[in-house]
């Protein structure tokens, strides 16, 4: 008897079968998935596909520095509407911003590495106090003591500080929240001990010459031509190194984005670096005392991005912070030494926090005082400057830029509220919105990882 066949699964000879055919015609799942975490370079060939590319990635919850520029944006136009005589974007005032904001910015690029392995520094406050105090002792007390030889003093001791703790977590396996809550209360008393007391204070002077450049980190301020000329340089630099890092990776066969992309990058920079440069240069004092051109903490600040930026992503240090925060085992067995790329993170953290700490006793016009610095401020606002500006608090997943981005926001947002004049309300509304904010930020994140919506989200 011949076999029967059901109508339904009838096909002609040599034709696919229909549940293959069904197959290649329906959208795979999993292939969409996988392309929605890639990033939008490795699939792009136009700019039109990276910017598909970068929507479904937006999409899927890695967001990246989105919700931080929103952020900004909707705190600059709250506060320029409710601030009297409508204030908070006055030129003036916005320089004031990026002064204020400095200190937290850099620490917030210190945090984002141990950020990346999965740990967390809560002594990076008391270690950049611990890097100022020890800088400005050195040129106070010790006249012929070169300035850049007391910066390069204070920062080596902030990296040994680090390293140590560093060792206590990685080779102890002690978890970083103790060994860094000790270590904030440790170097805070050390501060202490080195200021002479609870009412001890050191100071740098401008009128020293010795002392001058570490009072001006903050202070000084470029002159308009020197202004336009080192941003001048600065924008066709970094033009010249995108375009040719681009055509060189396209040359060899490499991802690279799309040369339309690369050309709006260029004009997206020059036009960031052009605005800053006109509001710095607007005359922010009176007539009797005209305050014209780009501060040095600007460029300061800017350099340090740059030199996290290359440390993170460019070198072999970089590739492995990021492969022991997404996945530690999977490094390890990779032969990857998670014990030195703890350490070294570690040192770097605090080295990067003690110069932190000589910016800041520059923007206190030069003074440390034992009632002038709040070191647990320092370390929440560091923490919640990285994670607000898009840093994952699981581990793998960050960038320095976002710790640039978060701490100007947390120093707009205080600035803003004390240009409200709300009396006693003020301070604690510095610490209630940012908190606010980094609690929505910490949420966005936590959901945006895969398993989430159904519970099997690895929790840290």
Known sequence: MAPTVDDGERSEPGAAPAGAVAALTEPDPTAAALTATVPPEVVANSLGQYLRGWWRRLRSGDSGVVPVLVAMVVVAVLFEVVTPQHSFLRPSNLVYIFSLSTIYMVLAMAEIVVLLLGEIDLSIGSVSLLGGVIGFKLVQTHPGFAWWLAILVALVCCAAAGALQGAIVALLRIPSFIVTLAGFLFFRGLVV???G?????VGVSQGVPNQTVIYDLVQGVLTPAASWILTGVLVVAVGVWLWLRASRRRRNGLVAPPASLTVIRIVVIAAVAVGVVLICVVNRGTPLLAIQGVPWVIPIVFAILAIWTFLTTRIRFGRYVYAVGGNPEAARRAGVSLARIRITAFAMCSATAGFGGILLGSFFLGQYSTNLADPGQLVLYA?????????????????????????????????????????SLSTPLQYIIPGAVLLIAVAVD?????????GQARRA
């Open 197 to 201: 007391g609870a009412d001890g204070s």
């Open 446 to 454: 936590v959901l945006s990882r895969p398993g989430a919506r159904t």
């Open 383 to 423: 923490v919640a400057a990285a994670v607000i500006g898009g840093t994952s608090l699981f581990g793998g997943r960050g960038k320095p830029l976002h710790g640039m981005l978060g701490g100007l926001l947390i120093g707009a947002i205080a600035y803003g509220v004390s240009l409200l004049s709300l009396g």
């Open 193 to 195: 001990l080195l200021l």
